[in-house]
């Protein structure tokens, strides 16, 4: 069974562009969450999608965005990028919303300059 | 937002060695659980605490769950270089939205 896979790996873009990233969960695997890793904030929830419906979102500007498909692929946006949108965006998978085993991917790494 | 807080931030430890690392959080929680992230990857997830159980075991990993204390500890025993990597304790809250720890770094040093 392929694991939870995300594109791209990396990522480089300039302030005041738009970016969207892909995540593929495990096959089955109805929930999708988003994290954001940075060395200052550690590791902090974006939002978590189930059966195509946001169930949770974090404390984000309305600048980030998701959406999610009725295959169970997520895509996560970030509008108007700003220096400290630089992170590794991590994302993982669950049979169930709220699931309590997570899969995750390896990350997008992006780079704002 | 509420967060688990690991103790301490960094450890190195010769091979072979115990690893210890704890963690507290601040309110209520469903369960708590453990995780490894190597070298900026994608986290594994390693263990998991309901919040009526005390202690549980996988392997060479022992966790423990003080709820009165509103803390946990992670035991890493006999470790291996292999076991070099950081960790992260998270937490579910009521309303379903996972929150992590800082993490500890641990250096097991062959």
């Known amino acids: 069974k392929a694991g939870v896979t995300q594109t791209p790996r990396y990522l480089i873009k300039t302030r005041g562009q738009q970016v969207t990233l892909s995540c593929s969960p495990i096959s089955g695997h109805r929930s999708v969450s988003w994290y954001q890793q940075t060395p200052g904030q550690g590791l902090q929830f974006l939002f978590e999608y189930f059966s195509e419906t946001q169930r949770n979102k974090g404390n984000f500007p309305g600048r980030f965005s998701g959406r999610q498909f009725s295959n169970s692929r997520s895509e996560m946006n970030v509008s108007t990028l700003e220096l400290g949108d630089s992170a590794l965006y991590l994302c993982?998978?669950?049979?169930?919303?709220?699931?309590?085993?997570?899969?995750f991917g390896s990350g997008t790494q992006l780079s704002v300059l | 937002s509420q967060q688990g807080e690991e103790d301490p931030q960094a450890l190195s430890i010769q091979e072979g060695e115990n690893a210890t690392m704890n963690c507290s959080y601040k309110?209520?929680?469903?369960?708590l659980q453990w995780h490894r992230q190597n070298s900026g990857r994608g986290l594994v997830h390693l263990i998991l605490?309901?919040?009526?159980?005390r202690e549980k075991h996988s392997g060479r990993l022992r966790v423990t769950l003080d709820t009165s204390k509103k803390s946990s500890s992670l035991l890493i025993t006999a470790s291996r270089a292999a076991d070099t990597a950081s960790y992260f304790c998270?937490?579910?809250?009521?309303?379903?939205?996972?929150?992590f720890g800082k993490g500890n770094q641990v250096v097991v040093i062959p």
């Open positions: 309110t209520s929680i469903n369960n």
């Open positions: 998270a937490s579910y809250y009521g309303n379903n939205r996972l929150a």
């Open positions: 605490i309901r919040s009526n159980e």
């Open positions: 993982a998978s669950s049979l169930v919303a709220g699931g309590e085993k997570l899969f």
